[in-house]
């Protein structure tokens, strides 16, 4: 199946370079129906840097006032889908002096010298509907002050890559790059004149997909926070687009807004992060904030999991526990072996979080940050909770999750509403051993109480637990539960290490304990977000030990110090800039 996968993905992409070619060939004359309004405004901070020639695009750092984007993308075609999307354009507005207008119209019409003949990169749909819903938004910002053969020039290529997007969004398979390409041709469709009749089919495509792409409860397939976030805006703007032109918002369109936007706040920690799990960050600073005003719904997320995860929240913190089985298939190309892993966050500053997603630092980084280790959560030596699949490839190589946990459960506790009571089945096969993990958060957030147990659930399970151990010489099991902690936190383990104690950068305390059932280290880890230049080192609080019997019990707490106020005026700001100077 992964091979038949592959050489399908390949045939597609390349009749997207036939249809490009083609399109860019047509000879096509549009304007705008109605002068445009941007829609969306990036960061003044990030624009400033880009007219410095300070690039930053996933991890990549380039200081060269003599450079343009497109050499960027040109010399590193592993960012080059992201510089192709012009997000950098939306930056650029938020200055909206005239050396940004300039440097703007500049890289657009440098595009259009380099790629819009369409023989080269940059024409892969999903890319062609974000560059459309970007340019045309700012369609004012990139016209103003250009002479009529520059405005003539940007229109034409505006309705040549309508045109190819047209003709290949149908054959994208479902997923959130069809979302893309969808939004895209209704965008163009809508705002360009004579290009109506590629918006109407694009509606009713759109329309299905919400119905079928997105659950009941407002999840997607990859349980990709990040990703359900990106969905949302590109809704949002689908939306704003067909109210802005007269035209009726869909049912299916509308009903998908309103289950989405609970979800992504059942998802979002006390400081507006969103929770990093299956390949998705935290998300650009305001962006979720923005995207749920734009969404105009104020619905608060019901009770039971959302998307597969489950939340406790006290006082002013926040837990967010991975309480179900991972993606599969083609779903799971960015998916991680997470299950049961939980972050934390006290007000404005995380504390226990997940490793991150390493696709912005290379396969290796992005192989190691999918396995168990790599989350905070138990994990047996060796062993993840679900397994890469090397033979299962999706468009790209990516590897897909296999042999993932049968059975998952993760519900709160019947007599209280502060206790979640969790379990995987995902090391059963291997050696007999289902996890157990129950988390009670106090109703005033500062205390979080743990329990981790491997256990055997019948004669079947015992007999592979004894099979096991026969292999280990009657050593043991071996496993650890990892606490991985941000880098802002301060972490102090004391001489008998029986207590870690940890600092957060508000000056907030909180102490680490256990039942003393397991050896409890600090030792390293790492953060990963994009954005980053290089993974950024942090540390990590091991429990470890070695099953012996059918049950191993493991008890732990992590309380706010007493002398720790419930608030604190936290008026320190963290420059995510600071990390990549």
Not at 88 to 116: F, H, K, M, P, S
Not at 119 to 144: D, K, T, Y
Not at 168 to 175: F, H, I, L, N, Y
Not at 297 to 321: N, Y
């Amino acid at each position: 199946m992964g091979i038949m996968q592959t050489w399908r993905a390949r045939g597609i992409r390349f009749m997207h370079r036939v249809h490009a070619r083609r399109a860019a060939r047509a000879d096509l004359t549009t304007r705008f129906v109605s002068p445009p309004e941007p829609y969306m405004i990036g960061s003044v901070q990030r624009g400033q840097q880009l007219l410095r020639g300070d690039f930053l695009f996933s991890g990549l750092r380039i200081e060269n006032p003599a450079l343009s984007v497109w050499d960027i993308a040109d010399s590193h075609p592993d960012i080059a889908d992201e510089i192709h999307s012009c997000g950098w354009l939306e930056d650029l507005a938020a200055v909206g002096d005239e050396a940004a207008r300039n440097t703007a119209q500049t890289w657009a019409n440098q595009w259009i010298d380099r790629y819009g003949d369409g023989r080269r990169q940059g024409w892969l749909p999903e890319l062609v509907g974000r560059r459309l819903i970007r340019w045309i938004s700012h369609g004012e910002f990139l016209l103003r002050g250009q002479d009529r053969v520059r405005r003539n020039r940007l229109l034409t290529s505006l309705a040549q890559q309508s045109l190819f997007l047209s003709r290949r969004w149908s054959v994208m398979p479902a997923g959130l790059p069809r979302f893309a390409a969808l939004a895209g041709t209704i965008h163009a469709g809508l705002s360009l004149d004579g290009l109506a009749p590629i918006a109407r089919t694009a509606v009713q495509a759109l329309t299905l997909d919400c119905d079928n792409q997105i659950d009941r409860d407002g999840g997607i397939a990859p349980r990709n926070p990040e990703a359900l976030l990106d969905l949302l805006t590109l809704l949002n703007w689908t939306t704003h687009t067909l109210r802005q032109t007269g035209q009726p918002v869909p049912t299916s369109l509308h009903r998908a807004v309103e289950r989405v936007a609970p979800t992504l706040r059942a998802l979002r920690h006390a400081d507006g992060g969103l929770a990093r799990f299956h390949g998705g960050g935290r998300g650009m600073e305001g962006r979720l904030d923005l995207a749920l005003a734009a969404s105009g719904v104020k619905d608060l997320p019901g009770p039971g999991l959302h998307m597969g995860f489950a939340r406790l929240g006290g006082g002013r913190t926040t837990l967010i526990v991975d309480a179900a089985a991972p993606p599969t298939g083609p779903a799971s190309a960015n998916a991680h072996a997470s299950t049961l892993a939980f972050e934390l966050t006290s007000g404005r500053r995380p504390l226990i979080v997940n490793c991150g997603s390493g696709i912005r630092f290379g396969p290796e980084w992005q192989r190691a940050s999918r396995a168990t280790p790599s989350h905070s959560t138990l994990a047996l030596t060796g062993v993840s909770s679900s397994q890469l699949a090397p033979t299962q490839r999706g468009q790209m190589g990516q590897e897909w999750l296999c042999k993932t946990p049968t059975l998952v459960r993760g519900a709160l506790a019947r007599k209280s509403n502060r206790t979640l009571e969790l379990s995987h089945n995902g090391y059963q096969p291997h050696n007999g051993l289902t996890h157990a993990r129950i988390l009670t958060l106090s109703a005033d957030g500062r205390i979080l109480e743990g329990e981790d147990l491997l256990t055997t659930l019948n004669d079947a399970d015992n007999a592979l637990f004894d099979k096991a151990m026969a292999g280990t010489d009657g050593k043991g099991i071996a496993w650890a539960v990892r606490f991985h902690l941000h880098p802002d936190v301060r972490a102090a383990i004391d001489d008998a290490a029986a207590t870690v104690q940890l600092t957060l950068i508000s000056g907030e305390t909180w102490v680490f304990r256990q039942d003393g059932a397991a050896k409890m280290d600090l030792t390293q880890s790492v953060y990963l977000e994009n954005g980053q230049l290089t993974p950024t080192k942090t540390q990590q609080v091991v429990l470890s030990g070695r099953s012996l019997a059918y049950a191993t019990r493991v008890r732990w707490s992590l309380a706010k110090a007493q002398d720790t106020p419930d608030v604190l005026r936290d008026l320190v700001q963290a420059d995510p800039m600071d990390r990549i100077k």
